[in-house]
């Protein structure tokens, strides 16, 4: 399925809901479903022209348990639901109410994307440096050898490897 823009997803709505078209024939049209035609349209009319306008947001945990209140409380369905709240994909509902069900509501709390950032217990660690000539000084050292000794070893295991290895002709 194409990706369609918001001026387009507005005109199927549109004439859908003018009722000269069924739902199938718009969505021949435009290449689409026509379980497509009818969210626009239910998008539509719960929200109007800003039913179209995407947003990028972070939703609240708040928000998120009210939306799945509301939809424990009438029996609607995540689709249905996602149109009421102005939700882009039904599956964000679907994934929201697994998390509560496994995890609580704690699991509704948003994350922050990309790479965790270094806790400052362990910048600290790699700030302070062990006092030359004492036990912990040592064992850093005797570990640092121990991981290059390693590292040699399978480098020279790798060496020879290719060396035994007969070269492919062509």
Same mark, same amino acid.
């Given at each position: 399925?194409?990706?369609?823009?918001?001026?387009?997803?507005?005109? =199927?709505?549109?004439?859908?809901?003018?009722?000269?078209?069924?739902? %199938?024939?718009?969505?021949?049209?435009?290449?689409?479903?026509? =379980? =497509?035609?009818?969210?626009?349209?239910?998008?539509?009319?719960?929200?109007?022209?800003?039913?179209?306008?995407?947003?990028?947001?972070?939703?609240?945990?708040?928000?998120? +348990?009210?939306?799945?209140?509301?939809?424990?409380?009438?029996?609607?369905?995540?689709?249905?639901?996602?149109?009421?709240?102005?939700?882009? %994909?039904?599956?964000?509902? @679907?994934?929201?109410?697994?998390?509560?069900?496994?995890?609580?509501? @704690?699991?509704?709390?948003?994350?922050?994307?990309?790479?965790?950032?270094?806790?400052?217990?362990?910048?600290?660690?790699?700030?302070?440096?062990?006092?030359?000539?004492?036990?912990?000084? +040592?064992?850093?050292?005797?570990?640092?050898?121990?991981?290059?000794?390693?590292?040699?070893?399978?480098?020279? =295991?790798?060496?020879? @490897?290719?060396?035994?290895?007969?070269?492919?002709?062509?």
């Amino acid at each position: 399925m194409a990706k369609y823009t918001s001026e387009g997803k507005l005109q =199927a709505a549109l004439r859908y809901l003018d009722g000269k078209e069924s739902s %199938t024939e718009i969505a021949e049209s435009m290449g689409t479903n026509h =379980a =497509a035609i009818l969210k626009w349209a239910r998008l539509y009319e719960h929200h109007g022209v800003e039913a179209f306008i995407k947003r990028y947001t972070n939703y609240t945990v708040q928000f998120k +348990l009210d939306v799945l209140n509301y939809m424990i409380e009438h029996g609607t369905s995540s689709r249905e639901t996602a149109a009421i709240f102005n939700i882009p %994909t039904p599956s964000t509902l @679907d994934s929201w109410k697994k998390q509560f069900e496994t995890k609580g509501p @704690d699991a509704l709390q948003s994350r922050k994307k990309g790479r965790l950032s270094m806790k400052k217990e362990t910048k600290r660690q790699l700030k302070q440096a062990p006092v030359e000539g004492s036990s912990e000084a +040592l064992q850093a050292r005797i570990k640092q050898l121990e991981m290059e000794n390693e590292y040699l070893k399978k480098l020279n =295991a790798l060496v020879q @490897d290719k060396e035994i290895s007969p070269k492919k002709t062509r």
